[in-house]
């Protein structure tokens, strides 16, 4: 084998390497909704960071919501409470099968798109995830943050 196919070889074995870790890091998550055969998309790429970053005032490691009309803020101290303003800001703004797009605080791990029903009907499973959770709605323009300061920001469909 040549240099070139050797080190082909290598990086191809690093990237598959580096997918799967990153695979691992949601691993709980992903093997409840097969078990559920809940049907999902992972991507490995920014898009959720690009298009909020694009769309919403950022503050250090989040969304300025005081700078965001039509947003709402509220402040949760037991998860039972966080999963529940989930629930109620998707149920209240969006459709059960509308697709949204889950990013985590950790950007190694990847994106996950499912139906809006599913994160309604299992919020703790995305939440409890990482510290910090975003879940969009690009068509709709709807955002929601659940950050680790204690509070869950989302911005309203016009």
Sequence with gaps: ?????????????????ERQYRLNL??????FLDAQLIPYQ?????????????NFPIQFSGIDWGNCAGSETIPFVEDDVRDRLIVEAISNDLQVDDIVWI??????RPIMSVRAEVVVLHPAKFADEDLDMWIIQVEKGFCLECYHEGYVGYKRVS
Aim: net charge negative; charged share 35%; no cysteine.
């Design 1 to 17: 084998m040549d240099r070139e196919k050797a080190i082909q070889k290598r990086l191809k074995l690093r990237e598959e390497h």
């Design 26 to 31: 949601i691993v709980d998550l992903t093997k």
């Design 42 to 54: 992972i991507e490995f790429g920014n898009n959720v960071a690009e298009w909020i970053a694009e």
């Design 103 to 108: 990013a985590w605080g950790n950007a190694l």
